[in-house]
Protein backbone atom coordinates (compact mmCIF):
# COMPACT_ATOMS: atom_id res chain seq x y z
CA UNK A 1 0.00 0.00 0.00
CA UNK A 2 1.52 2.97 -1.09
CA UNK A 3 0.64 6.91 0.26
CA UNK A 4 -1.07 8.09 -2.67
CA UNK A 5 -3.41 5.06 -2.28
CA UNK A 6 -3.63 5.94 1.35
CA UNK A 7 -4.58 9.52 0.74
CA UNK A 8 -6.16 9.37 -2.84
CA UNK A 9 -8.54 12.09 -3.51
CA UNK A 10 -10.88 10.43 -4.75
CA UNK A 11 -11.70 8.13 -2.25
CA UNK A 12 -10.32 7.86 1.48
CA UNK A 13 -8.94 4.34 2.91
CA UNK A 14 -9.89 3.90 6.72
CA UNK A 15 -6.22 4.03 7.52
CA UNK A 16 -6.25 7.35 5.85
CA UNK A 17 -8.52 8.84 7.92
CA UNK A 18 -7.54 7.28 10.96
CA UNK A 19 -3.71 8.59 10.13
CA UNK A 20 -5.14 12.26 8.94
CA UNK A 21 -7.02 12.33 12.61
CA UNK A 22 -4.42 11.32 14.86
CA UNK A 23 -2.45 13.82 12.70
CA UNK A 24 -4.51 17.02 13.45
CA UNK A 25 -5.33 15.84 17.35
CA UNK A 26 -1.87 15.82 18.07
CA UNK A 27 -1.57 19.21 16.04
CA UNK A 28 -3.95 20.50 18.57
CA UNK A 29 -2.46 19.44 21.45
CA UNK A 30 0.83 20.77 19.95
CA UNK A 31 -0.76 24.34 19.62
CA UNK A 32 -2.69 24.32 23.18
CA UNK A 33 0.62 23.25 25.01
CA UNK A 34 2.62 25.65 23.30
CA UNK A 35 0.00 28.14 23.96
CA UNK A 36 -0.54 27.88 27.20
CA UNK A 37 3.33 27.42 27.77
CA UNK A 38 3.40 31.13 26.13
CA UNK A 39 0.84 32.23 29.33
CA UNK A 40 3.54 31.00 31.65
CA UNK A 41 2.82 27.19 32.36
CA UNK A 42 5.34 25.19 33.18
CA UNK A 43 5.89 21.26 33.84
CA UNK A 44 5.19 20.08 37.16
CA UNK A 45 4.24 16.20 38.24
CA UNK A 46 1.77 16.09 40.55
CA UNK A 47 2.95 15.14 44.15
CA UNK A 48 1.23 12.07 45.16
CA UNK A 49 1.80 8.80 47.04
CA UNK A 50 2.93 6.85 44.66
CA UNK A 51 5.84 9.10 43.70
CA UNK A 52 6.85 9.18 46.92
CA UNK A 53 6.68 5.31 46.76
CA UNK A 54 8.88 5.20 43.89
CA UNK A 55 11.54 7.15 45.32
CA UNK A 56 11.38 5.12 48.62
CA UNK A 57 11.64 1.94 46.00
CA UNK A 58 15.03 3.81 45.00
CA UNK A 59 16.42 3.77 48.35
CA UNK A 60 15.92 0.50 49.05
CA UNK A 61 18.29 -0.39 46.31
CA UNK A 62 21.11 1.85 46.87
CA UNK A 63 23.54 0.32 49.70
CA UNK A 64 25.90 3.36 48.75
CA UNK A 65 27.80 5.11 51.10
CA UNK A 66 26.98 8.09 48.61
CA UNK A 67 23.04 7.74 48.62
CA UNK A 68 21.44 11.37 50.41
CA UNK A 69 17.61 10.91 51.51
CA UNK A 70 15.91 14.23 52.85
CA UNK A 71 13.38 13.45 54.90
CA UNK A 72 10.49 16.54 56.35
CA UNK A 73 7.45 18.28 55.00
CA UNK A 74 6.79 21.51 53.25
CA UNK A 75 10.17 23.41 54.53
CA UNK A 76 12.60 20.28 52.93
CA UNK A 77 10.88 19.12 49.98
CA UNK A 78 11.34 22.94 48.76
CA UNK A 79 13.88 24.18 50.70
CA UNK A 80 17.01 22.22 49.63
CA UNK A 81 18.37 22.27 46.60
CA UNK A 82 19.34 18.95 44.78
CA UNK A 83 22.09 20.81 42.33
CA UNK A 84 23.40 22.59 45.66
CA UNK A 85 23.62 19.39 47.31
CA UNK A 86 25.01 17.26 44.32
CA UNK A 87 27.51 20.23 43.99
CA UNK A 88 29.08 19.91 47.54
CA UNK A 89 28.55 16.40 47.43
CA UNK A 90 29.71 14.76 44.36
CA UNK A 91 28.50 11.57 43.21
CA UNK A 92 25.74 11.94 45.60
CA UNK A 93 22.80 10.34 44.76
CA UNK A 94 19.85 12.24 46.55
CA UNK A 95 16.45 10.80 47.49
CA UNK A 96 13.86 13.39 47.89
CA UNK A 97 11.25 11.52 50.61
CA UNK A 98 10.18 14.89 52.09
CA UNK A 99 6.28 15.48 52.08
CA UNK A 100 3.81 19.01 51.99
CA UNK A 101 2.53 19.07 55.50
CA UNK A 102 3.23 15.13 56.80
CA UNK A 103 6.08 15.04 59.15
CA UNK A 104 9.04 12.52 58.74
CA UNK A 105 9.21 10.45 61.85
CA UNK A 106 7.74 7.08 59.98
CA UNK A 107 9.85 7.64 57.28
CA UNK A 108 12.72 7.59 58.95
CA UNK A 109 11.56 4.85 61.06
CA UNK A 110 10.94 2.50 58.36
CA UNK A 111 14.76 3.51 56.27
CA UNK A 112 15.98 2.59 59.83
CA UNK A 113 14.01 -0.64 60.17
CA UNK A 114 13.19 -1.97 56.71
CA UNK A 115 16.87 -0.90 54.50
CA UNK A 116 20.48 -1.52 54.70
CA UNK A 117 20.48 1.89 54.23
CA UNK A 118 24.20 3.62 55.05
CA UNK A 119 24.06 6.98 53.56
CA UNK A 120 23.52 10.10 54.60
CA UNK A 121 19.87 10.86 55.81
CA UNK A 122 19.14 14.73 56.67
CA UNK A 123 15.71 15.29 58.40
CA UNK A 124 13.79 18.35 58.55
CA UNK A 125 12.29 18.00 62.08
CA UNK A 126 10.29 19.49 65.03
CA UNK A 127 10.60 18.08 68.57
CA UNK A 128 7.00 18.69 68.74
CA UNK A 129 6.70 16.44 65.71
CA UNK A 130 7.36 13.46 68.37
CA UNK A 131 3.53 14.08 69.36
CA UNK A 132 1.51 11.57 68.40
CA UNK A 133 -1.25 13.74 67.32
CA UNK A 134 0.94 16.46 65.75
CA UNK A 135 2.73 14.92 63.48
CA UNK A 136 4.64 11.25 64.67
CA UNK A 137 2.38 8.93 62.47
CA UNK A 138 1.83 11.62 59.19
CA UNK A 139 3.57 9.49 57.20
CA UNK A 140 2.72 6.06 58.13
CA UNK A 141 -0.28 6.41 55.03
CA UNK A 142 2.86 6.40 52.68
CA UNK A 143 4.94 3.42 54.18
CA UNK A 144 2.04 1.68 54.32
CA UNK A 145 1.20 2.15 50.47
CA UNK A 146 5.03 1.01 49.78
CA UNK A 147 4.77 -1.62 51.73
CA UNK A 148 1.30 -3.39 50.98
CA UNK A 149 0.42 -1.96 47.25
CA UNK A 150 3.91 -0.98 45.67
CA UNK A 151 4.26 -3.61 42.45
CA UNK A 152 6.78 -3.66 39.46
CA UNK A 153 3.11 -2.08 37.49
CA UNK A 154 2.55 0.74 39.83
CA UNK A 155 6.14 0.98 39.19
CA UNK A 156 6.23 1.37 35.64
CA UNK A 157 2.90 3.38 35.68
CA UNK A 158 4.31 6.02 37.70
CA UNK A 159 7.57 6.66 35.74
CA UNK A 160 5.40 6.93 32.51
CA UNK A 161 3.42 9.81 34.35
CA UNK A 162 7.03 11.07 35.31
CA UNK A 163 7.89 11.13 31.85
CA UNK A 164 5.08 13.02 30.33
CA UNK A 165 4.14 15.32 33.29
CA UNK A 166 7.87 16.24 33.09
CA UNK A 167 7.71 17.43 30.00
CA UNK A 168 3.95 18.63 29.42
CA UNK A 169 2.10 21.04 30.51
CA UNK A 170 -0.99 19.75 29.97
CA UNK A 171 -0.81 16.84 31.74
CA UNK A 172 -0.88 19.00 35.39
CA UNK A 173 -4.51 19.16 36.58
CA UNK A 174 -4.14 22.45 37.09
CA UNK A 175 -4.25 22.93 33.22
CA UNK A 176 -6.43 20.20 32.04
CA UNK A 177 -8.69 20.72 29.48
CA UNK A 178 -11.46 20.95 31.74
CA UNK A 179 -9.98 23.08 33.97
CA UNK A 180 -8.85 25.76 31.62
CA UNK A 181 -12.78 26.02 29.98
CA UNK A 182 -13.62 26.32 33.38
CA UNK A 183 -11.25 28.90 33.81
CA UNK A 184 -12.02 30.62 30.76
CA UNK A 185 -16.01 31.11 31.72
CA UNK A 186 -15.14 32.32 34.89
CA UNK A 187 -12.72 34.63 34.48
CA UNK A 188 -12.03 35.02 30.32
CA UNK A 189 -8.06 33.71 31.12
CA UNK A 190 -7.03 29.86 30.92
CA UNK A 191 -4.44 30.52 34.06
CA UNK A 192 -6.05 31.74 37.02
CA UNK A 193 -3.60 33.39 39.61
CA UNK A 194 -6.16 35.42 41.47
CA UNK A 195 -7.29 32.66 44.11
CA UNK A 196 -4.14 31.46 44.77
CA UNK A 197 -1.32 32.49 47.13
CA UNK A 198 1.42 30.69 45.39
CA UNK A 199 2.62 28.20 42.84
CA UNK A 200 4.28 24.76 43.36
CA UNK A 201 6.41 23.16 40.68
CA UNK A 202 7.38 19.53 41.08
CA UNK A 203 9.66 18.13 39.70
CA UNK A 204 10.45 14.12 38.82
CA UNK A 205 12.76 14.09 41.40
CA UNK A 206 9.87 15.02 43.78
CA UNK A 207 11.91 18.70 44.20
CA UNK A 208 9.49 21.54 44.54
CA UNK A 209 9.48 25.04 43.43
CA UNK A 210 7.66 27.16 45.23
CA UNK A 211 6.81 31.09 44.26
CA UNK A 212 4.27 33.50 46.36
CA UNK A 213 2.82 35.74 44.39
CA UNK A 214 0.42 37.05 46.52
CA UNK A 215 2.63 37.98 49.07
CA UNK A 216 -0.24 39.64 51.71
CA UNK A 217 -2.20 36.92 51.46
CA UNK A 218 0.43 34.46 52.54
CA UNK A 219 1.04 36.68 54.92
CA UNK A 220 -2.38 36.76 56.61
CA UNK A 221 -2.44 33.37 56.47
CA UNK A 222 0.38 33.04 58.63
CA UNK A 223 -1.18 35.63 61.18
CA UNK A 224 -4.45 33.87 60.89
CA UNK A 225 -2.25 30.59 61.95
CA UNK A 226 -0.50 32.80 64.82
CA UNK A 227 -3.57 34.09 66.12
CA UNK A 228 -5.16 30.08 66.16
CA UNK A 229 -2.27 29.05 67.96
CA UNK A 230 -2.33 31.67 70.39
CA UNK A 231 -5.94 30.85 71.16
CA UNK A 232 -5.78 27.37 72.04
CA UNK A 233 -2.71 27.40 73.78
CA UNK A 234 0.16 25.02 74.45
CA UNK A 235 -0.86 21.91 72.97
CA UNK A 236 1.89 19.22 74.33
CA UNK A 237 0.66 16.97 77.11
CA UNK A 238 2.13 17.94 80.18
CA UNK A 239 2.53 14.27 80.98
CA UNK A 240 3.60 13.34 77.98
CA UNK A 241 7.11 10.80 78.37
CA UNK A 242 9.68 13.08 76.60
CA UNK A 243 12.50 10.76 77.67
CA UNK A 244 10.81 8.09 76.07
CA UNK A 245 9.86 9.61 72.63
CA UNK A 246 13.76 10.59 72.42
CA UNK A 247 14.72 7.12 72.98
CA UNK A 248 12.47 5.96 70.66
CA UNK A 249 14.11 8.38 68.20
CA UNK A 250 18.00 7.32 69.28
CA UNK A 251 16.67 3.79 68.59
CA UNK A 252 16.07 4.99 64.80
CA UNK A 253 19.02 6.72 64.10
CA UNK A 254 21.48 3.80 65.91
CA UNK A 255 20.37 1.69 63.57
CA UNK A 256 21.28 3.97 60.76
CA UNK A 257 24.56 4.36 62.63
CA UNK A 258 25.24 0.88 63.37
CA UNK A 259 25.19 0.76 59.75
CA UNK A 260 27.90 3.42 58.80
CA UNK A 261 25.11 5.48 58.42
CA UNK A 262 24.84 9.34 59.41
CA UNK A 263 21.90 11.76 60.51
CA UNK A 264 21.25 14.47 61.01
CA UNK A 265 18.42 16.98 62.42
CA UNK A 266 17.70 20.43 60.47
CA UNK A 267 15.83 23.50 61.37
CA UNK A 268 14.52 24.44 58.43
CA UNK A 269 13.92 28.34 58.70
CA UNK A 270 10.50 30.42 59.43
CA UNK A 271 10.28 34.13 60.01
CA UNK A 272 8.47 36.97 61.58
CA UNK A 273 4.57 36.12 63.17
CA UNK A 274 5.77 32.36 62.32
CA UNK A 275 8.73 31.98 64.11
CA UNK A 276 7.71 34.31 67.06
CA UNK A 277 4.64 31.97 68.02
CA UNK A 278 6.98 29.25 67.38
CA UNK A 279 9.20 30.19 69.83
CA UNK A 280 6.72 31.40 72.43
CA UNK A 281 4.86 28.33 72.61
CA UNK A 282 8.03 25.40 72.04
CA UNK A 283 11.24 27.79 73.11
CA UNK A 284 14.24 26.27 71.62
CA UNK A 285 16.13 25.69 74.36
CA UNK A 286 13.12 23.71 76.12
CA UNK A 287 12.16 21.53 72.82
CA UNK A 288 15.18 21.69 70.02
CA UNK A 289 17.73 21.85 71.89
CA UNK A 290 17.14 19.18 74.52
CA UNK A 291 15.82 16.82 71.97
CA UNK A 292 19.50 17.54 70.12
CA UNK A 293 20.98 16.94 73.67
CA UNK A 294 19.19 13.35 73.70
CA UNK A 295 19.56 11.65 70.43
CA UNK A 296 22.97 10.73 69.42
CA UNK A 297 22.92 12.42 65.90
CA UNK A 298 23.90 15.71 65.66
CA UNK A 299 21.20 18.88 65.13
CA UNK A 300 21.37 22.40 62.85
CA UNK A 301 19.42 25.11 64.19
CA UNK A 302 18.70 27.82 60.99
CA UNK A 303 19.41 30.40 63.82
CA UNK A 304 23.49 28.70 64.16
CA UNK A 305 24.06 29.14 60.40
CA UNK A 306 25.87 32.24 59.69
CA UNK A 307 23.62 34.00 56.63
CA UNK A 308 20.73 32.83 56.76
CA UNK A 309 19.34 35.46 58.22
CA UNK A 310 19.37 37.54 54.96
CA UNK A 311 16.63 35.34 53.70
CA UNK A 312 13.72 36.51 52.51
CA UNK A 313 11.18 34.13 53.38
CA UNK A 314 7.84 36.00 51.86
CA UNK A 315 5.32 33.45 53.16
CA UNK A 316 7.18 33.67 56.43
CA UNK A 317 7.50 30.10 56.75
CA UNK A 318 9.15 28.38 53.26
CA UNK A 319 12.26 29.21 51.75
CA UNK A 320 10.86 29.91 48.04
CA UNK A 321 12.30 29.28 44.97
CA UNK A 322 14.19 32.30 44.32
CA UNK A 323 16.00 32.13 47.82
CA UNK A 324 16.68 28.59 47.42
CA UNK A 325 20.19 28.40 46.41
CA UNK A 326 21.20 30.93 48.43
CA UNK A 327 19.76 29.59 51.79
CA UNK A 328 21.22 26.09 50.41
CA UNK A 329 24.50 26.99 49.98
CA UNK A 330 24.48 27.89 53.64
CA UNK A 331 23.25 24.98 55.36
CA UNK A 332 24.99 22.61 53.39
CA UNK A 333 27.95 24.18 54.11
CA UNK A 334 26.73 23.99 57.54
CA UNK A 335 25.94 19.98 57.34
CA UNK A 336 29.13 19.09 55.61
CA UNK A 337 31.62 20.67 58.76
CA UNK A 338 28.96 18.72 61.04
CA UNK A 339 30.15 15.73 58.36
CA UNK A 340 33.73 16.56 58.96
CA UNK A 341 33.78 17.15 62.39
CA UNK A 342 32.60 13.37 62.65
CA UNK A 343 35.30 12.41 60.64
CA UNK A 344 32.75 11.59 57.48
CA UNK A 345 34.60 10.69 54.35
CA UNK A 346 32.07 9.64 52.66
CA UNK A 347 32.30 12.57 49.73
CA UNK A 348 35.31 14.42 48.58
CA UNK A 349 33.19 17.46 49.73
CA UNK A 350 33.24 20.75 47.63
CA UNK A 351 32.44 23.06 50.67
CA UNK A 352 33.19 23.63 54.12
CA UNK A 353 35.66 24.70 56.11
CA UNK A 354 38.23 22.80 55.48
CA UNK A 355 37.65 22.47 51.66
CA UNK A 356 40.15 23.54 49.16
Known sequence: MTLSSIFSSKRWTPLGTLILSAALGFGLILSIEYWIRSLGAVPSVENTIARWALVRSQVEKDTSSQAVVLLG???????????????????????????VGKAPYEALADIADNTDFSGLVIVSFLSTWLLPDQGRHDQVEMVQYYHSHWNLARAAETKMGNAVASHM???????????????????????????????????DDRQQYLTVIDVDRAQQRATDWAAKVVAEGNSVPQDFDWDAAYADLSEKIGKIQARGGSVILVRMPSA??????????????????KMIEAIPAKGIHFEDVPGVETIDIPDFSHVPASERDAFSELMVEAIVDTLRAEGSTRFDFQVGNNSD
Do not use: C
Open 73 to 99: ASRAQSGLSHDVLRKAMPGANIYNLAY
Open 169 to 203: VLRNNSHSFSTMVRNIAQTGRPIRTDNRTNIIITG
Open 272 to 289: DIVYETESQFFPRAQYWD
